[in-house]
């Protein structure tokens, strides 16, 4: 309920620019004309009008312009309908039901607010005005004026006006530029044309989607949540729900996406680097926690695929972000040789309930009713990895060291690091010999264990480590044992996928470590 | 028909840029002459037909005007020009 009426200016039927000051004695009445209740009381406001227009200001406002015209046609009142077809005073003083009756006292508070027609309470501040301005009672019959009448809804809370009026009001959360697109323009083509776009159409971000995506967040729209390279543009929640809303992101999803978005704006994950290799990384996206069944993302059959909303648009609003906040494009400060489609959107959920060890993000160091986002650059994926035969854990994870080894080339060890995506088949496989993380991590080393002499650039490869090099090394540094990774804990492991089939995949890395990129895990504030 | 407005998506350090229609290399078909009712671009404009008709004369010349140079162009005047004609020439300023 407001507490004063703010100061307006509107025009009457007569043209005229009529001006209230906010802070006077007066009755404001909202109402409409297809409202019932509105005509019922219309005989009570001219009463009102004749009798006491001279000792106080009165406001009579209309929601339509052909509605009030209608109105002065059918009951030729004294007053002159104020025209608020914008709707901006009645959302102003919240208005939720015509008619609204306030009777504002001399500092402008409101003293009075009658909703609806109630026959009492309009008769008890008549005579209440006839007291204070010492006049005769004001003649109107009201026992033939119904006893009450609920009102009808006023069109500024219509969904179809509401949004609108909050984008546009002085308190609105919208602070970017506007862009106005011509009348005659495809608003589609349009944002192609101003380079929005990733090559597929854009949800056009209108201030009432961007309102309704800031729903998703209890966030301040204009927090600051990092700086975004290669351009180091600021990044506010407002940006990256604009960005949401082209990407088709449901509000519910904007958490998702701001934690996403946090990760990625760290030293620690370096998007500069990864938006800038030539050698075409891009942000793998997984969701951890309960909000993956809260938002419906696909965790199952066809998780790391395309058809499931939640799962495309998470993934695809992050890079929309990085492109249009950070400035990241191809063949700008976007180096990719190729390219991958992973840059369109890679985002999925992990199937902890059919996980048997634990899931990504209680490994990461989060509660496990924690939602967590974590954020690894990936330069290649999924590459299946196809084992419908092996009947152990040890021959199953042998199948797996021996594809991963094949990551960048065979010969480069200690390169890079993974993203292992075990489905529930192989998980079983691996189950039946209780197969732990360790264990699997500790085979897939073992299997891809090489001595240094088989990774040095021959004939056939010349890829590897250089022949010069190699003729200074010992014989004991040529035989040693070599993995295909540095360490254990570049191989990470999460389960997803449907029920049937024996094909697991692994996203391949870029530079790891201080001097690339280092996955980053970020809990979603819901 | 409505303006739609749309927030920027990006960091707004650039401005935004209209997309410009690709320039043909002749002047073939219908060119719309635009009189924004400025004064004197009347001249302008009379000096500009003749020198195209005598320079193109394949060439259909169509004149209009705007009711007045303060406003934009009525919807209507802009889809006429638009439907009609390949090229537009506008006289801006006196």
Known sequence: MVEAVAAFELKNLRDEKIAFSGTSDALVCFIKEDCPTCKEVMPVLMAMYEHFAGGIDIQIIGQTLEGNKALDKAYGPGFSILDDSALKVSFAADVETVPTLFRTDADGAVADTLIGFVRDEWQDLLQRLSAEFAQ?????????????????????VD???????RAEAENSPIRARKIDVGAQDDEFEFMFDQGFSDGLPLVPPTPERVLRMLEGTRRDAQEIIGVMAPNLGEVNIEKIAINAVMAGCKPQYLPV????????CTDDFNVHGVMATTMGASPVIVVNGPIRHQIGMNMGMGALGQGNRANATIGRAVRLVIRNVGGAKPGETERSVLGNPMKFTMCFAEWEERNPWQPLHVERGF????????????TSGPTLIVDQESRSADALAGTMGQTLEGIY??????????????VPEHVDTLMRDNYSKADLRKRIQETSSRPTRDLVGNDVSGAGLKAATAAGMSEEALNKMMPKFRTEEDIHI???GGEAGKFSAAFHGWVTGNIGSIPVSRKIDI | MTMLSILDPTDERVPVSRQITPRPKQIVGNVALLDISKPRGNV?????EETLSQRLPDVNITRYAKPTFSKPAPEALR???????DFVIEALAD
């Open chain 1, 367 to 378: 509660d496990a009713s924690d939602s967590v986002v974590s954020v690894f650059t990936m």
């Open chain 1, 494 to 496: 999460v389960v997803a």
């Open chain 1, 409 to 422: 080339n065979p010969k480069a060890h200690f390169a890079t690091n993974c993203l292992l995506v075990v």
């Open chain 2, 79 to 85: 889809q006429q020009i638009q439907a009609n004609n």
């Open chain 2, 44 to 48: 302008l404009l009379d000096h500009l």
């Open chain 1, 136 to 156: 005769a009672e004001v003649d109107l019959d009201w026992q033939s004026l119904p006893q009450w009448r609920p009102g009808c809804g006023s069109l500024s």
């Open chain 1, 159 to 165: 969904p179809s006006n509401a949004d609108r009026l």
């Open chain 1, 257 to 264: 996406v701001i934690a996403a978005v946090e990760a990625i």
